[in-house]
């Protein structure tokens, strides 16, 4: 049977190409930045620019199409998922790297319907790697399949997280102790490398075994649970439950075994849900 969203997966592989070489070009320019939400949530006019290109480019072919896109979000539009088919955008997964050039910078498209993801689009342009994967039909970088490390100890694994700024002192030292739980483990060590979005690659291509994060958004995981899960890994709740994408929190593993173990040392903080309104801070 033929697979009902091979054109849009097509399609949205060629604009996610497209939004990389925008990207890759403003590079070689001096990049300006606003914030949001604090002094570290950044946004650039490439953000904007690549953003609205993207929509633009599949409503041409899907017109009757739904989004949820980071920069339409933060402007005031809905982030509620529905049944009807939904793209869910991240025009520059890593606008921090990208600000300061540091060389981690994706491109994050992510495909829905009635609620069930279908597809994940991850392209790191300064890479030049382009992860794809459908539903039932495997996980690929540039062609090539990708397959989880499969490592089910804790104690020979890397893991990857994010560490940045927090208003709340309680939610920083929270982040910091969970880091230190984990290394007390002990596990082989901590990397963080800017975007959610490479992070899951990176677990889905065995470079590291698990990721998890609180406080990121559905356009940074909704692709890359596609690409994990379809390599073999698992997507799971910092709790340890089953996955929620609006939830604003996972662990992505090479096994449920290394991900139920770095459950147990997550102490949990408060962090909103993408399906309710002023959600939006890091």
Not at 173 to 194: D, F, K, Q, T, Y
Request: glycine share 8%; hydrophobic share 40%.
């Amino acid at each position: 049977m033929a697979d009902p969203w091979q054109e849009c997966m097509d399609v949205g592989i060629e604009i996610a190409r497209n939004a990389g070489t925008l990207i890759c070009e403003a590079l070689r320019n001096e990049v300006s930045f606003m914030t949001k939400s604090s002094p570290v949530d950044l946004v650039t006019e490439t953000d904007r620019k690549v953003e609205a290109m993207i929509i633009s480019s599949i409503k041409k072919k899907f017109e009757t199409h739904s989004f949820i896109a980071e920069e339409s979000v933060a402007a005031g539009e809905s982030s509620l998922l529905t049944d009807e088919p939904t793209w869910i955008i991240d025009p520059i997964d890593g606008t921090t790297n990208f600000v300061h050039r540091f060389p981690f910078v994706a491109v994050s498209i992510g495909f829905a319907v009635k609620k069930e993801l279908e597809f994940g689009i991850i392209y790191s342009c300064l890479e030049d790697k382009m992860y794809t994967a459908g539903k039932g039909k495997g996980a690929f970088c540039n062609g090539v399949q990708l397959k989880v490390s499969e490592q089910e100890d804790i104690t020979k694994s890397l893991v990857i997280t994010e560490i940045g700024y927090k208003q709340d002192p309680h939610i920083m030292e929270l982040m910091l102790s969970n880091m230190e739980r984990i290394l007390g483990i002990p596990a082989h060590g901590i990397r963080a490398v800017g975007t959610a979005a490479v992070n899951m690659c990176l677990v889905a291509s065995g470079g590291a075994d698990a990721y998890y994060h609180i406080g990121i958004h559905c356009w940074d995981m909704a692709a890359g649970v596609v690409i994990v899960t379809e390599a073999g890994g698992v997507v799971l709740d910092i709790t340890g439950g089953p996955f929620d994408l609006m939830s604003r929190r996972l662990i992505a593993a090479s096994s449920r075994a290394v991900g139920e173990r770095i459950a147990r040392e997550i102490q949990a903080f408060p962090c909103g849900r993408d399906d309710r309104q002023n959600n939006l801070s890091n």
